[in-house]
Each structure stands twice: as C-alpha cells, then as structure tokens.
C-alpha cells in the first residue's frame, strides 16, 4: 500500500513495488543488520520511487489503450478526482524524498521515532522536513488557487490571514 500511495495509483505502484523488490533482491548481500530489514527495505523503495520521478516525461507516458479506455469510463469519478488533483500540485512542488517522507507520517500512519530510525536521523530533523515540506504544497496549492487573485490577497493567502479563500475565492 506504502508504494500505491506513493506512486499515485494502483498500477504504478505495483510496479514501484516489483521494481523495489528486484533490487532489493540484487542488494541483499549488502545489507549489514538483519534487524533493520524493514527500514532498509523502505529506503530501497524511495530510492526506486525517486529515480523513476527523475526519468524524462515520454519514458512515464501510458497509451491509450481499450483498458485504459475502460478504466476511465463508469461512475462519476469527480471526487475522487478532484483530490487526486489537488495531490499532484501538492506533490508537485516538492522533492521525491520529501514526498515519501510526507506519505509515510500522513498516510502510512508511521511515527516520527519510525521515520527517524528509517532515516538515521534525529526526531528534531524529521520533524523539521515534515514541517518544510508540507509548506512547499501548502504555498504551492495556495500559488494554483490564487493565480486570478490581486497580489494583496495572494498576500494574505500565503500569511494565512485569508484561510477560507482557498476553498472558496471571493470570501474574506
């Protein structure tokens, strides 16, 4: 599940997964601690997930098949959509470790002691890239929504004084 939310989608993710696996098969021998398998593992995917963000844009393109046809018809997906929109802006804006680091403290539920043993790192510093990451697709979300607005109110969006007009412009 860790690779479907990172990647975005099922289908990437199970190919995140699979590619993480095959490495990490190739790698086993380098791994010095037995105990630390599973955060060895977690950085074998992110080190996956951020080297296929890197590849050039015709390599990620998917054709347009009949399954991917029928995939995208049936019931009215907006929802579903619209939040799936507004994650690839938040995303978007920020680099592929610091998207993995936001989707295992929000999405996988991991604890900040967790991350930091998976990353060597202090509670402190953890707590410090989560905080700087979640500002770079806050601004980011902020920068998409009020690209019609006037530059005071863009102003008082980034501040924060105008919460609400994010969600609905024109209310202050």
Known sequence: MFCRRLAGDRDSGDDLYHDALLLALRKFPSLRDPGAFRAWLYRTIIRT???TVRRPWWKRRVTLTTEVMD???GEDP????AARRWMVRAFAAVSPEEQALVTLHELEQWSLAEIAALYGKSEGAIKLRLFRARKKMRQALVMSVSRDVSPERRAKLMTGEMKCAAAKPGLE
């Open 71 to 73: 995939q995208l018809i």
């Open 78 to 81: 907006g929802d579903v959509l």
């Open 49 to 51: 997930f951020a080297s």
